[in-house]
């Protein structure tokens, strides 16, 4: 499969705990996108990285989430602390140019 | 700030009618535009795009219009088969390939 992988599929966390995703954008992309995608609604754009260089955070990107990317290929996104408001669909994405491609999300519930 | 929305957030059409799903951006700066198709549990998957120096694109089953005067895209599917229920989003790139996404139509086709 060479399309975007993200993992877990699934997370159930504890208010306060902390939490990290993974994604594997396809390979020889230079971009990757991070979105959060709440039931009912769009995905909405949290950060975006050229390489390793994080480019752009949106406002919806409190300081309890960071989001890496160390090498230019795989990217990790830790929310610390988290809270119920939390819960959602974490959608990552991928393009060598003006297209992104997404992977099937990681849906975090917090209880 | 920039914003993509949609007219209709639930369509119901008979299993080989045509559908057509539209949606109203804000940001006339915006040159590329692109539809999603998003199923339950996963991310959203590439349909079509268009740049704004085009009014129409056609592929497979699905056509494109754009209307730059009055800031509408829609997006036609002809032949509506069941496994074309699913989110429907309109989305646009407003520079820095950052792509913003509208709430999204659910469609339902009914056999």
């Known amino acids: 499969d060479t399309g975007v992988s993200q993992d877990p599929r699934h997370k159930i966390t504890k208010r306060g705990q902390n939490v990290t995703f993974r994604c594997d954008p396809i390979s020889e992309h230079n971009r990757l996108y991070w979105y959060r995608q709440t039931l009912g609604q769009g995905p909405e754009f949290l950060t975006y990285f050229q390489n390793e260089a994080q480019l752009e955070k949106s406002r919806l990107l409190s300081d309890r989430f960071s989001a890496e990317r160390p090498k230019g290929s795989f990217s990790t996104l830790e929310i610390q602390r988290t809270e119920q408001g939390d819960s959602a669909m974490y959608l990552c994405?991928?393009?060598?140019?003006?297209?992104?491609?997404f992977g099937q999300g990681t849906r975090l519930t917090v209880v | 700030g920039e914003s993509v929305g949609l007219h209709l957030p639930t369509l119901s059409v008979q299993e080989g009618d045509n559908s057509i799903i539209n949606c109203a951006y804000s940001n006339s700066a915006s040159d590329y535009f692109i539809w999603y198709k998003q199923e339950s549990g996963k991310g959203p998957q590439f349909i079509i795009d268009i740049r704004s120096n085009m009014d129409k694109r056609q592929g497979q089953r699905v056509t494109v219009l754009l209307n730059k005067t009055v800031k509408h895209l829609s997006l036609q599917i002809a032949a509506t088969q069941p496994g074309d229920s699913a989110v429907y989003f309109c989305?646009?790139?407003?520079?820095?390939?950052?792509?913003?996404f509208g709430a999204g139509t659910r469609l339902f086709v009914k056999a």
């Open positions: 989305a646009e790139d407003i520079g820095g390939f950052k792509t913003i």
């Open positions: 994405a991928s393009s060598s140019g003006i297209l992104a491609f």
